[in-house]
């Protein structure tokens, strides 16, 4: 199932003002683009259920949202666990600051996020009017 994950990274900023070695993976409020996709596991009840491909705050949803795929038994709404960064301090490109993992709390939502495109922004695949 493709699914918007409705992330809250209240650690994740604050994270941010840590030491170095302590900060999880950086967070580009417009977008964090420093691989094709990012890979971030999507975890429930310890098993990964999922990724996170696309993730950073939407203006228009005034929130922070991270796009990936779920398996099809994780349902609209569930709350799932979002393992922000890599292990081991993460790549060693020279281009990403070295971090460690955080898990931020997210919901399961439909796709697209934005109730209008959804519904009614065009017909189509988003809305399911032909």
Do not use: C
């Amino acid at each position: 199932m493709i699914a918007a994950l409705f992330a809250f990274g209240i650690g994740l900023v604050a994270s941010q003002t840590s030491p170095a070695d302590a900060a999880a993976s950086d967070l580009a409020a417009a977008k964090a683009l420093y691989a094709s996709a990012s890979y971030d596991k999507v975890m429930n009840a310890g098993k990964m259920v999922g990724v996170s491909m696309f993730s950073g705050y939407s203006y228009n949803e005034r929130s922070m949202l991270s796009l990936g795929v779920v398996d099809p038994d994780i349902e609209i709404g569930n709350e799932v666990t979002l393992v922000w960064g890599e292990e081991g301090g993460g790549t060693q490109k020279t281009t990403v600051e070295r971090h460690k993992p955080l898990e931020i709390r997210a919901i399961v939502s439909p796709v697209p996020y934005s109730e209008v495109a959804r519904k009614s922004y065009a017909v189509g695949w988003r809305t399911g009017q032909r």
